[in-house]
């Protein structure tokens, strides 16, 4: 289940990999830092880490994102 009635929408692995990927969008790159996103999301009161772990998975799990440490990677579309 992606989203539960019982959790918070402003903490779910959905709405922070959506944060994630308007930051990486905002930026115009193609890869940012984890602590560039970790700051980002702070803003919008988000500081858990394990907030911050779900909404990767999501976008690891999903295809959109690779990593290679520090950094979060937007996969090419011919991967």
């Not at 992606?2 to 990999?17: F, G, P, Q, R, W």
């Given at each position: ?55 990767l ?19 090419n579309?011919?991967?």
């Amino acid at each position: 289940m992606l989203l539960s009635k019982d959790e918070n929408i402003k903490t779910s692995s959905i709405y922070v990999a959506t944060l994630i990927l308007k930051q990486i969008q905002k930026k115009k790159v193609d890869k940012i830092s984890i602590f560039d996103v970790s700051k980002e999301l702070k803003k919008h009161n988000i500081t858990r880490y394990r907030h911050l772990f779900f909404g990767l998975a999501f976008l690891y799990s999903s295809g959109i994102v690779d990593f290679q440490e520090p950094f979060i990677y937007i996969k090419n579309k011919n991967d």
